[in-house]
């Protein structure tokens, strides 16, 4: 292994003038060396960042690495605001990147979230020196999972996204006069600290009151609804066909973004590109084998991948094939088994699998529906079952607990005792017999659900989970649809809970719930027809879930049949 040379605050300038400014880690030694380049705005020295891409590991691994500051950003000259600069400032960055001194003129990019992001977006840009990009943990489409998901604003991330991101702008601003930036930080700390009792309740959730306060610039939900063209600085939904690179794909099950990454994958396939799928019973910052209530064993850790080596590595052996073919040998790296397609963590059975699609041809789409008496079955209901209600209130949503969530530290992502949240009279749960058999669910959950409200408009949440031969449920995967109508009137609402890999083992029961609320994950439905003018009244929703042969709700699950 190489010894490694770093290079601090190197500049770039722009098309425009502005000067962007990078880490660079060097190999020692003689050669050219491909560079790989990660693009974020929280601090190209940042320690759980470096933590993440491991640059001194990639670089002793025969990689130039360059860690950059987008603009407007810690070192990095400019305004900021997110997502506008990053196709324009990726291209002039991989151009100069493949010119820095030593490099053999090959450029990859890596990283995850919002530097997943960047790569598509110079890739869309299309720099004829990027040869390969690794997006990890990110979006495709910006609406489905980072401003809003089904039409309700993802207000987790977006509050403490939006405030974390402002600690650097007011730094920034009060540069000059020390006592008034500690004056705005504290205020701006505070705010963060008790976003859980404090900020996500503000009104309205839409052009929300803190962003104004601190003079933050938000994730980009308000912008979007003032500028839609705009939401094209961060959306890859439906121009993967232009990125003629490969793709090295990585997500987690419990992921706020794991759709995204499932979605790009398919859309690079299909346009016929090389691509790579990895997906772990990960969270968005979490990669152990530990998440939430459940262990799902060391292997399942990003640093073993069930005992293939770890995913930096992995990741440093494919780019070498992509960029790399003129570089000098590391001779003191023992290759690795090549990755397949598409490598899952199934949980349940708690074990990795190579496969070679995503999602699964040999998936069975299987109804389970909704029955009185709050029971789930794969036989559809008889033409008396029935109906059953609930009241929403929006002054006291189900709290979110757990799932694939990005929020403040007050709630953790991954698999979580449901039990709160079933012990309330809002929430309807639907429970299976125990398995008799193994059953696997891979691929994409949807349900449809037949309700009714006397709001002009409300939401629908549904969640699956796992319930175990203790009793305890845990959430898998869950989706929400804010949704108008007639009140009064019964109307199919369709609810994506994306998707996931999970086995309930014989003697489990599979479980749904249903219901209108899972806050602050999702802004609350104020259940009334908002004007600009009553953006903060609310009122209580009488909501009614029918299950009879002329109105089946149901949950459609992806089965693999057993080999």
């Not at 090549?338 to 999602?359: A, D, I």
């Not at 007050?410 to 039990?419: C, N, S, T, W």
Request: proline fraction near 6%.
């Amino acid at each position: 292994m190489r010894d490694v040379i770093i290079e601090y605050s190197v500049p770039a300038t722009m098309r425009d003038g502005t000067v962007l400014r990078a880490d660079v880690y060097r190999p020692t030694g003689d050669g050219s060396w491909p560079v790989l380049l990660a693009r974020h705005p929280y601090g190209k020295d940042a320690t759980l960042v470096l933590a993440a891409l491991e640059p001194v590991r990639l670089a002793r691994r025969g990689f130039i690495v360059v860690v950059q500051d987008t603009r407007g950003r810690f070192a990095s000259e400019g305004a900021w605001e997110p997502w506008t600069f990053e196709a324009d400032d990726g291209y002039d960055t991989v151009r100069w990147a493949a010119s820095l001194p030593g490099s053999n003129g090959s450029v990859g990019m890596f990283g995850m979230s919002y530097f997943g992001n960047t790569q598509w977006m110079a890739a869309l840009a299309k720099p004829p020196e990027l040869k390969a990009i690794a997006p990890a943990f990110t979006w495709s489409e910006p609406h489905d999972g980072l401003f809003s998901r089904g039409g309700a604003v993802e207000l987790g991330i977006t509050v403490f996204w939006s405030l974390l991101q402002g600690l650097d702008t007011v730094q920034r601003r009060h540069a000059d006069d020390s006592v008034a930036m500690g004056t705005a930080l504290g205020a701006l700390i505070h705010d963060m600290d008790t976003a859980a009792i404090n900020g996500y309740w503000e009104l309205p959730a839409d052009r929300h009151p803190a962003f104004v306060r601190h003079g933050v610039q938000e994730l980009g939900y308000e912008r979007a609804q003032r500028d839609p063209e705009w939401t094209a600085s961060c959306r890859v939904a439906g121009r993967h066909a232009t990125v003629e690179l490969p793709s090295l794909h990585r997500g987690g099950w419990y992921d706020i973004f794991s759709q995204g990454t499932l979605d790009s994958f398919m859309a690079m396939r299909a346009a016929g590109r090389p691509a790579t799928l990895i997906v772990g019973p990960w969270s968005h910052a979490n990669y152990s084998g530990y998440i939430g209530d459940v262990n799902f064993g060391l292997a399942a850790g990003a640093d073993l991948l069930g005992f293939r080596g770890s995913f930096t590595d992995h990741q440093a052996q494919w780019f070498s094939r992509w960029l790399a073919h003129d570089a000098a040998p590391n001779d003191a790296v023992s290759p690795l088994p090549e990755l397949p397609p598409v490598l899952l963590f199934v949980m349940g059975r708690n074990e990795w699998r190579e496969e070679q699609e995503w999602p699964l041809a040999r998936a069975v789409d299987t109804d389970l529906y909704l029955r009185a008496d709050r029971r789930l079955s794969f036989e559809a209901p008889g033409t008396a079952e029935g109906s059953e209600t609930y009241t929403y209130d929006p002054a006291d949503p189900v709290p979110t607990t757990g799932g694939a969530i990005l929020m403040t530290e007050d709630f953790r992502p991954g698999p979580v005792d449901q039990a709160r949240v079933e012990a309330r009279p809002d929430v309807l749960v639907f429970t299976s017999d125990p398995m008799s058999e193994d059953t696997e669910v891979t691929g994409r959950v949807r349900a449809f659900i037949h309700a009714m409200t006397d709001a002009p408009t409300t939401d629908w949440v549904v969640r699956l989970c796992d319930v175990d031969t203790n009793g305890v449920s845990w959430n898998v995967v869950d989706g929400i649809v804010r949704a108008t109508a007639e009140a009064g009137d019964f109307t199919e609402q369709l609810v994506d809970l994306w998707s996931t890999s999970y086995v309930f083992r014989a003697g489990h029961r599979i479980r749904i719930h249903v219901t209108s609320s899972s806050f602050p994950r999702w802004d609350r439905n104020l259940n009334i027809a908002e004007t600009a003018e009553h953006d903060s009244d609310s009122r209580r929703a009488r909501q009614e879930v029918a299950y009879d042969a002329a109105r089946p709700s149901r949950i459609v699950l992806p089965i693999v049949p057993a080999l």
